[in-house]
């Protein structure tokens, strides 16, 4: 876990690294930039914490995890913490106690941090003007956007912009490029390869160390491209219709990456099994990606029952090609967005595909939380555990893939010895070893 050091006689923090040596008893240790925010500190200028990533705790409860992707999707932007402890179902006092008991801080001054934060990096890497930063950074105006950096940075965005370094702008010949910070031992090669194994045609592909895919964002499409970037980050090009809530795209693009998840103490103990422990000591970086959207992770899960990633992959490209949005002049191998939900229904599918993936996509528009590996009413216990282990769930374990069977064959490895919070962390390492068999 990532602490940041606040020193005291000067009101600032510092990430781990940073030149500057206090003296230790003028010193408070923080293990989020917000909550150091809160007490009243502001980012230092030399080593610019609000560059690195800031995962959560890993010891947070699972609520705790799941209330944070939703702050990470935008429902703080417009809402309330009132509305989000109801989406939990629990009081907005709980909510908050639970935050600062775990996180150190409340959603609201989490949510504030990550904007802002969001909003440095646009200041340095991009020539967008502030306008537009503040809108990309899920701000409701330019007045909240100018109060809250004075806050958090003690300084407006224009005088930020001014002071970014000649090497922090990012040139590109098209496209809008970012870093995309990542927790330290962060392994994209191997993140990269699970990914291309499962990529859809049409949809996304991994060319060399390039991993792109199309997205749909309010109903137009758009295209990232992730490749390796420099210590503690990848790049990320994005080429979107427009900028206005570029944070939610970003987010979700790191989710799907799993850059911000913290799996040290899951690496740790999952080392010390004697039948696990080889898998993860050879690819400790490898992180838990997830699906693009709800909608993409029950489309998988469903029509993957049974197949092997390769045709799991291949017969979604073929829904893809025959239902999906042609998009000429992409890059690659890219040629349609991912079909809306109404047309997955239309596919070459069975009767009873067709009534799962209707009964999920009608549960994610009315976004009821498909991310807990728990029995749905017209789903089986290892096409629950698929979703919600696409969906980032941790305890998620799912038995039905059938590359994670087939190492679980070749290795005799008992998933009933597996620690519950370690679980999709375990299956990701075996999944791994099971594509290569």
């Known amino acids: 876990m990532t602490t940041y050091s606040a020193v005291v006689t000067t009101g600032i923090y510092c ?30 200028l030399r080593c610019r914490p609000y560059r690195v990533a800031a995962p ?26 009132a509305a989000l402890a109801a989406r939990m179902g629990m009081s907005p006092r709980h909510l908050r106690r639970l935050f600062v008991q775990h996180l150190g801080a409340t959603p609201d001054q989490l949510a504030r941090s990550r904007r802002a934060h969001f909003a440095r990096r646009l200041l340095d890497d991009t020539d967008l003007t502030v306008l537009d930063v503040a809108f990309a950074s899920g701000f409701g105006s330019l007045r909240q956007f100018n109060r809250i950096m004075r806050e958090v940075f003690h ?16 040139v590109a010949d098209g496209g809008l490029v970012l870093r995309l910070p990542f927790v330290p031992g ?10 291309g194994v499962r990529a859809v045609p049409g949809v996304e592909e991994v060319d060399g160390d390039t991993y792109r895919r199309t997205i749909t964002v309010e109903g137009a499409p758009g295209v990232l491209e992730v490749s390796p970037g420099g210590d503690g980050h990848l790049l990320l ?31 740790a103990a999952l080392s010390a099994d004697p039948v696990l422990g080889p898998l993860v000591r050879a690819r400790p970086g490898l992180a838990v990606p997830t699906a693009w959207s709800a909608l993409e992770a029950a489309v998988r899960a469903v029509l993957g029952r049974g197949r092997t990633p390769r045709e799991a992959a291949d017969r979604l490209g073929a829904i893809v090609t025959r239902l999906g949005t042609r998009v000429p002049g992409l890059p690659g191998g890219l040629t349609h967005t991912f079909p809306e ?45 698929d979703l919600a282990f696409r969906l980032g769930n941790r305890e998620a374990f799912p038995l039905g893939d059938a590359s994670l069977r087939a190492a679980l064959a070749d290795l005799g490895f008992d998933p009933a010895t597996c620690e519950k919070r370690w679980r999709s962390l375990a299956a990701i390492h075996l999944m791994a070893h099971g594509d290569a068999l």
């Open 56 to 81: 959560i705790a890993a010891g947070a409860p699972e609520v705790v995890c799941r209330a944070w992707q939703l702050i990470i999707d935008g429902v703080l932007d417009d809402g309330t913490e």
């Open 155 to 170: 300084a407006s965005p224009t005088d930020l912009r001014d002071r970014r370094r000649r090497a922090d702008r990012l």
């Open 186 to 195: 962060y392994d994209w090669a191997a993140v990269r390869d699970f990914l």
């Open 237 to 267: 090009r994005a080429h979107l219709p427009y900028w206005e809530g570029l944070i939610h795209v970003v987010g979700q693009a790191g989710r799907m990456l799993g850059v911000d998840t913290d799996h040290t103490a899951g690496v």
């Open 15 to 44: 990430r781990p690294g940073c030149g500057a040596k206090p003296l230790a008893r003028n010193t408070r240790t923080y293990e989020h930039p917000a909550v150091a925010e809160a007490a009243g500190f502001r980012a230092c």
């Open 341 to 385: 939900a109404a047309a997955i229904t239309q596919a070459d599918v069975t009767e009873e595909e067709a009534a799962l993936i209707g009964a999920l996509t009608a549960d994610v528009g009315r976004g009821h939380g498909l991310d807990a590996p728990t029995p749905l009413p017209y789903a089986d216990h290892d096409l629950s555990h």
